[in-house]
């Protein structure tokens, strides 16, 4: 067979090749952001959901409304695990102010499945068992299980990971190389960066010192929802709260804003501690401005700039 002839048998193939694979990724991002997208419209309902019963209706709504106008809201929207695991952990942390703990644990596992971060459950829902050794009441092997499963989860992914690219760690390495993070923080760095942001706080009129100042200021703020989780909330949420928050500061402050929609009670405190005052619905337009702010800039590809 002639190089013609054999060019001639090939050309259909090559020409179908970008054809099939623009398919399979137009599916996989309409794929993505449908899942995406309903899992936010799950996770705005089941924090109302929560927080109604915890506090009532009124309180619900304060809090749906500051989870729709965080301004980094926008990647429960996008093909991130945001939605997806804010919808779980909420759900197992709705189950657990429940004492349902065998699905608190089952949705934990689902979340540590979801995102590592969500394995962060586990010491949290550990809490039922302290408690019930302090009350003298010997724990329930299903109670241990319930424990466990956000373990089970992470393993789970781990495994996935393993047999998919042979890494089970395939998401810290992703991270370390990716995004340079390290298993530390430089403090001295972030109190720079701080003396930086003060120093020129009356004259933000940049873009990046917008976003280095709410990187800056996002920290304290969760750390004080966190003080709010453990006295309004409980143990449980509490727990889960601060060791999400510490590991933020630790790993992703860089990505602050994203990473701190993981800490689910600091959104449901949100609407405890608001009220509909003149300058709680100031503070929310401010938020909501931020947001559109930071949407135009991701969707022009500036949001990191």
Do not use: K
């Not at 540590?112 to 586990?122: H, I, K, Q, S, Y």
């Not at 408690?131 to 996935?160: E, N, Q």
């Not at 120093?199 to 004080?224: D, G, K, Q």
């Amino acid at each position: 067979m002639s190089g013609s002839t054999v060019a001639a048998h090939q050309r259909p193939t090559s020409q179908a090749s970008p054809r099939v694979t623009g398919i399979s990724l137009l599916v996989t991002v309409v794929a993505g952001l449908l899942v995406a997208n309903l899992a936010a419209l799950g996770a705005v309902l089941v924090l109302w959901r929560w927080v109604r019963r915890e506090a009532g209706p009124a309180t619900a709504e304060r809090a749906a409304v500051w989870l729709l106008v965080y301004p980094f809201s926008f990647f429960l929207h996008a093909i991130y695990a945001e939605s997806l695991f804010f919808l779980l952990a909420t759900l197992c942390l709705e189950a657990s102010s429940r004492e349902r703990r065998l699905t608190a644990g089952l949705w934990g596992a689902l979340a540590a499945a979801t995102r590592p971060m969500g394995v962060l459950l586990a010491p949290a829902l550990a809490w039922w068992l302290w408690s019930d050794y302090r009350a003298g009441r010997r724990p329930a092997p299903r109670d241990l299980v319930a424990v466990l499963l956000p373990v089970l989860g992470l393993g789970a992914y781990m495994a996935y990971l393993w047999a998919a690219m042979g890494d089970p760690f395939a998401f810290i390495t992703a991270h370390a190389v990716g995004w340079r993070v390290q298993f530390q923080w430089v403090i001295a760095r972030y109190w720079t960066e701080t003396y930086w942001v003060l120093s020129r706080l009356v004259r933000v009129h940049t873009y990046p010192h917008l976003l280095e100042t709410v990187r800056i200021v996002l920290p304290v703020v969760f750390v004080a929802l966190t003080v709010q989780v453990f006295r309004r909330l409980g143990a449980v949420p509490g727990i889960y709260a601060a060791l999400s928050v510490a590991l933020v500061l630790v790993l992703a402050l860089e990505s602050a804003g994203r990473e701190f929609l993981a800490v689910v009670p600091a959104f449901a405190v949100m609407g405890m501690i608001g009220s509909r005052t003149l300058a709680g619905e100031a503070l929310r337009f401010f938020s909501l401005g931020l947001l559109l702010l930071f949407v135009f800039a991701f969707a022009s590809g500036r949001f990191v700039g």
